[in-house]
């Protein structure tokens, strides 16, 4: 871990109408830190830099929503990363190094975002992430799509419930995905929608099928690892972005178990933006029914009667395995299209179709049941019983 003090200097600080003093200060302190660490932020932090015309000043006013993140670039190969800023006695940044160490780091069911490296300055330690991108854009173009990015999510959260961590915001804003294939020339961090050097408008290289990106759970800045010898959780109600959990609507018990409320997450996550899309006023996606039975004993009412992760995986296994190539290769995203859309679509399909290219991975490892039939972190009822085996 590389380390430093914060400098006490006035001449690290300087004024500028781009940068903010609020939301800008601690990276105006640390900008010399970083790049004696390897890592050069955006030029607007550079005192010797001023914008050359209206369009310079609004490209660099640009920021992530987060104030605690900030795009730089590694000197050594020229990558774009990010840098996250955490108190070092956080059980976000605990567990962020957790997962990216070994010998959990080195599990391929290990979906948690990895970090690079570790730096410390003063009391914060400041991680080094990859540029990732949000998991559903571009917009899925296959069900067999779609199907791969929730295999490699509930992979994910199984394994860190088989760590005994709960995510506890695994939804929508959460879920990542790598874009270094899809997008092999980048793209601007703070807006992704433009090419990285913001002269236009960024687009996909290819579709998911035709490179299989790898997805990613980030921000634990809910999630909390437990003793399952100490028994049942029973923790306060943290809200994260998805408020509908009904053991978050009961404002006289401030407590809940959270590895059911994980598995609520994901199914109202497929709900809401998969299946139930017109009544949530999403983008319509089709194809995707055969996940509803599953979904409805996700988002089940009392969290005792919900599958754990175990069960998701394996059901949603059985599902998939029983899917058609055909089914796997049809259209899943409505509207919001190009107008030749169609067309290309179909082309893609018969020229997926001649290169024998398969509808989902080939190397996908089956799934298994990873959790132990005594651990006492799911519900009081599981432990009653047997767990049973669902199908």
Not at 164 to 183: E, Q, S
Not at 310 to 319: S, W
Not at 342 to 360: E, G, I, K, Q, V
């Amino acid at each position: 871990m590389v380390k430093s003090k914060r400098p006490r200097s006035s001449e690290h600080r300087f004024y500028s109408p781009i940068i903010d003093p609020v939301l800008d200060q601690f990276w105006v302190d640390s900008r010399i830190f970083l790049e004696k660490a390897g890592y050069k932020l955006p030029r607007k932090f550079d005192p010797s830099w001023s914008p050359a015309n209206i369009m310079e000043e609004l490209n660099a006013r640009a920021r992530f929503p987060r104030r605690a993140l900030m795009s730089a670039v590694r000197l050594s190969d020229g990558s774009q990363v990010v840098l996250k800023k955490l108190d070092l006695d956080s059980p976000e940044f605990e567990l962020s190094v957790l997962f990216s160490s070994p010998p959990l780091s080195l599990d391929p069911r290990n979906h948690c975002i990895p970090v690079f490296q570790v730096l410390k300055y003063e009391q914060f330690g400041i991680l080094v992430l990859p540029l990732l991108r949000k998991f559903d854009d571009p917009p899925f173009d296959t069900v067999g799509e779609v199907v791969e990015c929730f295999r490699q999510i509930f992979e994910g959260i199984q394994f860190m419930h088989q760590n005994f961590v709960a995510h506890r915001d695994c939804t929508k804003l959460n879920i990542m995905m790598d874009p270094t294939k899809v997008y092999p020339k980048g793209f601007a961090p703070e807006e992704p929608y433009m090419k990285a050097d913001k002269s236009g408008v960024a687009s996909p290289s290819c579709t998911r099928t035709a490179c299989w990106p790898r997805y990613f759970l980030i921000d634990f800045g809910h999630s909390r690892r437990y003793d399952p010898a100490d028994g049942i959780p029973h923790e306060s109600v943290l809200r994260g972005a998805d408020k509908t959990a009904p053991e978050h609507r009961n404002f006289d018990e401030l407590h809940c178990n959270p590895f059911p409320t994980d598995i609520y997450y994901l199914g109202n996550l497929l709900r809401e933006y998969f299946l139930d899309t017109k009544k949530h006023c999403n983008p319509t996606r089709i194809g995707l029914d055969f996940l509803r039975p599953l979904v409805e004993d996700m988002v089940k009412e009392n969290p005792c009667d919900r599958p754990t992760i175990d069960d998701v995986v394996m059901r949603f296994d059985a599902i998939v395995n029983s899917l058609s190539w055909c089914r796997l290769r049809a259209l899943t995203q409505l509207g919001n299209q190009p107008l030749f859309f169609p067309f290309t679509y179909a082309a893609r399909r018969l020229n997926f179709t001649l290169m024998l290219r398969s509808a989902l991975p080939k190397t996908t490892a089956s799934p298994s049941r990873v959790l132990s039939a005594t651990l006492e972190f799911y519900t009081g009822k599981r432990h009653q019983t047997d767990v049973p085996t669902i199908l």
